[in-house]
């Protein structure tokens, strides 16, 4: 393959003592630099005088501290690998030359005569391009690597696990204080980072009661609590279905937390007769029994999840309770991205039974990427075997380059795959939960793990004399001399759309995947091909010469072509097409089958009414991915400590989530702002044909930047339920959509005053949720409080009711119960329902800062 230039590495050495001669180095004088090198990693300045032709950029430096106990000699070829996720252009070092190695791997060698001294400090000067407004960016398992030897962690880039917050953490990060350098790019950013004093006065103007009444969610379409005696579910059911099989409906039953057999009838009636909405139920409570009707076993399912958390609020002894209730959209979706990094079958499991709590009815499993491919395809073997894997292997051989800091020796948790029996595990559960999977290949781009995985089959083939064999499903043409860089800074992870092998490997990959819908008895109806970002590759390939020339000599155009074909192929399969909608967009109508699906993934301010309502015209099944609503890799608020990428937006809050209005497109230039933290208007071009509705909502967690679990479950909660809610309930705030309206800031057609009064009822029913969430194994996000010291007293607030704030001003926790005297520097943090975690730690100062 293109693009593996392996250069001769310059020895790195420390002074050797005049006094004898060292010993030849060994694994162990390795082993020993890898545990006691310093290093830190700081971003420096995102507003720095930049050096010519680097515009824009920002600074960020490694500081390597060479322990005093370095060995006499170090080995030959020594060098030092690390992941950098933005462009890096220039490195400058007294010492230490730079070679970009692909996508994010970078590598650092000695200069020639240079040498490391023990207890030496060097500083090496990364500019890199744009900015970098968060410690996420930085990356683990740095490492070191010397000839014949095996490749070492630097201990001191490993993760940790805060014994408080059960996050991980990178110790060798430094802290980012420096606002006025940090915080923006340039004066026409706005952002502010969300300080404890910010975050109490943001709290106190959305402060929300306590849960009390109805606490369902997502919010129900009418819900009344009447009067008289307790529904007593305490003492357990008696269960009487009638239409419905026991195993349609068995998760919600478990999920009820009641026995059987007792007293109390629960009547579970499906008709799909009955004059009720796909999904939608009735549910009546009181004293002399609960009957639920529905006219699917969707239905039924949600009047039980309903039931459940009512019943788990008021611990057993419910009101009479009377609910009608229907989804306003049905596609309510959560795309997870196994592809970066991998999270395994058990967090999916626990998702799944989140996704039914709150009656979301799509899982989009991303299962490939450029940095990972994670399902087994039982006829390519080398796609789990290589392609799950990154650690250091030049060659690419037994596994993947180890992008975004995956370390060298393979072991890390970011690696792995889903086995045959472990997909057709999770399709089993998210069908007897009523939630469908839709598996993702991205391609034509984003394909380097399949690449790479499929060069390496060829390899062992033509090594065993098999060359018809290897080249079958070689997606890479080794004459193409063609230059480019993908988005993620990769020059080789494009399929090559013009060999018959890229078709016979699609074909192969979805027959593979129907395979295992159909043992788990769930067929594969939607497969999703990403088809977006992809590079500018193929111009100088000679397979692609000819289809070119029938394409007018534009290159462009050959990926919509393969989107048409493969779309067509999976059409004549009876599989609709769904991708992303960047790719959707440049195909031509006529050339794609009628049934097909689209998420609009451009950011609101930027393209995302253009993307959606063109694509709506073109009588698709929209549905909305925008960042703004759903990209929950994008930090909770603009502050360092946040973790996740921000090209997209600098805090996406669950106030924000929680207000979108997906009817409305414009309308939500109302309530959000630009990514630089600006109010602007939003025109609607192209105006929405009569009649056009979206499909539905989708959350999406993409995990560049996430490695644990617990990481996941942060990103996601509490944010998965507002969007929950935002699928199932229409949004009374917003202004029906009127074709050519415009919407500005504070546009007065949008009732401010009835969304806040809705956040506000949401918030407590959230707080309702908490426990709940615990109950699942979810390790939701614990929110910073509020904090101010004014007029001598420490004041705090949280972003939810009810949620136990604790101070600190030297020594020991105190729970905070209201003002209370305090000078000098307080710390607070806030604490899960259950006591068992806590908030990241802020601080507040009698000297506040702005």
């Not at 942060?714 to 917003?734: H, Q």
């Not at 709940?772 to 004041?795: N, Q, S, T």
Request: charged share 20%.
């Amino acid at each position: 393959m293109r693009g593996r230039k392996w250069a001769a590495v310059a020895a790195l050495v420390v002074a050797v003592p005049a006094s004898g001669q060292a010993e030849a180095p060994s694994q162990a004088a390795l082993d020993q630099l890898a545990a006691t090198l310093g290093y830190r990693f700081a971003v420096v300045d995102n507003r720095p005088q930049c050096p010519a032709g680097l515009d824009p950029c920002f600074l960020a430096t490694i500081t390597l501290t060479v322990p005093a106990t370095a060995p006499a000699r170090l080995p030959d070829g020594l060098a030092l690998y690390f992941s950098f996720v933005d462009r890096l252009p220039r490195v400058e070092s007294d010492i230490f030359a730079h070679q970009l190695i692909n996508g994010d791997v970078q590598r650092l060698t000695l200069k020639p005569g240079a040498a490391l001294k023990p207890g030496a400090t060097h500083v090496i000067k990364l500019w890199g391009t744009g900015s970098n407004f968060s410690k996420a960016f930085a990356m683990p398992n740095a490492y070191l690597t010397a000839d014949g030897l095996a490749a070492r962690t630097i201990v001191a880039t490993r993760p940790a696990i805060d014994p408080d917050t059960g996050l991980e953490v990178l110790r060798f990060v430094a802290p980012m204080t420096d606002e006025a350098r940090l915080a923006t790019k340039s004066d026409a950013d706005k952002t502010r980072w969300l300080t404890a004093e910010r975050a109490f006065a943001l709290y106190a103007e959305a402060q929300a009661p306590g849960p009390s009444g109805v606490v369902i969610l997502p919010k129900p379409v009418k819900a009344v609590q009447g009067k008289g005696a307790a529904v007593d579910l305490t003492q357990g059911v008696a269960v009487e279905l009638r239409g419905v099989a026991r195993e349609a409906i068995a998760p919600a039953l478990a999920a009820l937390g009641v026995a059987e057999g007792g007293k109390l009838q629960l009547s579970i009636r499906v008709d799909p007769a009955a004059p009720i909405a796909p999904e939608g139920y009735r549910l009546t409570a009181d004293a002399a029994g609960i009957a639920v009707t529905a006219r699917d076993a969707a239905g039924a399912s949600h009047a039980l999840r309903s039931l459940a958390q009512q019943a788990a609020f008021e611990q057993g002894r419910m009101r009479p309770l009377t609910v009608e209730d229907a989804p306003r959209y049905g596609f309510r979706g959560l795309h997870l991205d196994l592809g970066r990094n991998f999270h395994g079958r058990d967090q999916i499991l626990k998702l799944i039974e989140a996704m039914a709590a709150y009656k979301l009815n799509r899982l989009h499993l991303h299962l490939a990427d450029d940095e990972g491919w994670r399902i087994e395809i039982p006829a390519l073997p080398e796609l789990a075997t290589i392609g799950s894997k990154r650690c250091h292997d030049p060659a690419e051989r037994t596994c993947l380059l180890p992008q975004l800091g995956a370390g060298p020796d393979g072991a890390s948790g970011v690696n792995g795959y889903l086995s045959t029996a472990d997909y057709v595990a999770i399709l089993r559960a998210a069908a007897a939960r009523q939630i469908e999977v839709i598996p993702s290949i991205d391609m034509p781009g984003h394909s380097r793990a399949a690449i790479v995985a499929m060069e390496a089959r060829h390899a062992r083939l033509l090594g065993e004399g098999k060359r018809d064999a290897a080249e079958a499903y070689r997606l890479a043409d080794p004459a193409d001399a063609t230059q480019y860089r993908s988005i993620q800074n990769y020059d080789d992870n494009t399929l090559n759309v013009c060999l018959p092998a890229t078709y016979r490997f699609v074909d192969t990959v979805v027959d593979a995947l129907a395979a295992m819908h159909a043992q788990a008895g769930v067929p594969l109806r939607t497969f999703h091909l990403g088809a977006d970002e992809t590079a500018g590759a193929w111009v100088k390939s000679p397979a692609c010469a000819s289809m070119i020339a029938e394409n007018g000599g534009d290159a462009t155009k050959l990926t919509p072509r393969f989107i048409e074909r493969v779309a067509t192929g999976l059409a004549a399969k009876g599989i609709r097409t769904a991708g992303w909608s960047d790719g959707m967009g440049h195909t031509d109508p006529a050339r794609m089958p009628k049934d097909v699906q689209t998420n609009i993934w451009g950011v609101l301010h930027r393209g995302a009414i253009r993307e959606a309502h063109d694509q709506l015209n073109r009588g698709w099944d929209v549905v909305l991915s925008i960042p703004d609503l759903g990209y929950f890799d994008m930090p909770y608020a603009p502050h360092p400590e946040e973790g996740g990428y921000n090209w997209a937006s600098r805090g996406v809050s669950t106030h924000q989530v929680f207000g979108f209005m997906p009817d409305n497109l414009p309308a939500n230039a109302a309530t959000i702002r630009t990514t630089f933290a600006e109010p602007k208007a939003i025109e609607d071009k192209p105006v929405l044909e009569s009649g056009r509705k979206i499909a539905g909502v989708q959350a999406q967690l993409w995990s560049e930047t996430i490695r644990a679990d617990r990481q996941v479950d942060y990103m996601l909660f509490p944010r998965l339920l507002a969007l929950a809610e935002r699928g199932w309930t229409p949004a009374p705030w917003a202004p029906s959509y009127q074709a050519g309206a415009s919407y500005r800031w504070h546009d007065p057609r949008v009732d401010v005053p009835r969304l806040d009064r809705e956040w506000r009822d949401f918030a407590g029913r959230v707080a309702a949720q908490f426990p709940l969430l615990e109950r699942m194994g979810i390790a939701y996000r614990v929110a910073p409080p509020g904090a101010r010291i004014a007029g001598g007293k420490l004041e705090a607030n949280s972003a939810f009711p009810g949620m136990a704030i604790e101070y600190r001003t030297g020594g020991g926790w105190k729970p905070y119960a209201g003002p209370v005297a305090a000078a000098g520097r307080v710390e607070l943090r806030t604490r899960s329902a259950d006591g068992k975690r806590a908030s990241r730690i802020v601080r507040v100062d009698s000297a506040p800062r702005d």
